[in-house]
């Protein structure tokens, strides 16, 4: 008479050759009514029945789940203990994991922060006031919501609509004056024939350092839920400050590279914030014209 041996394994042995949860059945010889087979890792059990069980002891913890599907339910609750399952959670999780960098000056930047800032945005040519910096103007450079009431001051109350009447390029002209003045400032400093390019470069590296870290926290930041005038206001911080950032690196790179080079790119306008000038007024009659 003939028995079938029915096993079914749910974890490696190598012994006998079982992969996890797989489940076969081995034709068998006849056999007295019980055989035991023992060994170091593994006992069978026939019995004349023709059903008999593979007992596999592995070395190690027993397991905590025996099935796949409670095995697939605890790791789901794993997850969820680790990350969360809110939408938040996972729109900052792709948006980290999207992050590629670059290196600028030695330093770790986001490519993102180089791809917007090669963009144009608008800024408001009939703003000649200083205004609301979004917390660019000084270290360490992280957002601060403006008053509105004092941002904006009845401009886009009282003027007519158009695209120069925005939150967006009124904010924006605050971000391009100071811009502006700033470099105005930096290049006589820069200028000067007693300048120490040593401790220039460590003030730059240093400002530039801050700045790529307020930026990155702004841009998680933007993953969150929140009012959509708050989201705009922190999209101007995050563009103007991501052109601050560029700007101030390449100048120094022309500067530190070749300093008669660099002045002779600021006497004809080809210093990064001056072309940023031009392109901004390129930018504003290409849309003027457009409007009319």
């Known amino acids: 008479m003939s028995y079938f041996l029915i096993c079914h394994v749910r974890r490696s042995d190598a012994?006998?050759?079982?992969?996890?949860?797989?489940?076969?059945?081995?034709?068998?010889?006849?056999?007295p009514s019980y055989l035991f087979l023992v060994t170091s890792l593994a006992v069978v059990v026939l019995n004349h029945t023709g059903t008999s069980r593979l007992f596999v002891r592995v070395m190690g913890r027993r397991a905590k789940h025996l099935t796949t599907q409670a095995k697939r339910a605890a790791k789901l609750g794993q997850s969820k203990s680790y990350r969360g399952d809110t939408a938040v959670n996972r729109a900052n999780y792709a948006k980290r994991r999207s992050m590629k960098a670059v290196t600028l000056l030695g330093l770790s930047v986001p490519i993102q922060l180089l791809d917007i800032a090669n963009e144009v945005y608008p800024a408001s040519f009939s703003i000649h006031i200083e205004g609301p910096t979004l917390g660019l103007a000084c270290a360490p450079y992280e957002f601060k919501r403006p008053?509105?009431?004092?941002?904006?001051?009845?401009?886009?109350d009282t003027q007519?609509?158009?695209?120069w009447n925005t939150t967006e390029a009124v904010l924006g002209a605050y971000q391009y004056n100071e811009i502006i003045r700033v470099a105005y400032d930096r290049r006589d400093r820069w200028s000067a024939s007693s300048v120490d390019s040593t401790e220039i470069q460590a003030g730059v590296l240093t400002e530039i350092a801050e700045r790529i870290r307020a930026w990155r926290l702004l841009w998680e930041d933007l993953s969150n839920p929140q009012d959509a005038g708050e989201v705009e206001m922190k999209q101007v911080a995050l563009n103007w400050g991501a052109k601050v950032v560029w700007m101030l690196a390449r100048e120094w790179e022309m500067f530190s590279a070749d300093r008669e080079g660099w002045c002779r790119a600021s006497k004809s306008g080809n210093l990064p914030w001056q072309r940023m000038m031009k392109d901004t007024m390129a930018f504003y009659t290409r849309v003027a014209a457009d409007d009319d």
């Open 160 to 163: 007519p609509a158009g695209p």
């Open 15 to 31: 012994l006998v050759g079982l992969s996890r949860s797989v489940s076969f059945i081995v034709p068998t010889v006849v056999v």
């Open 147 to 156: 008053d509105s009431s004092i941002a904006f001051k009845g401009i886009i």
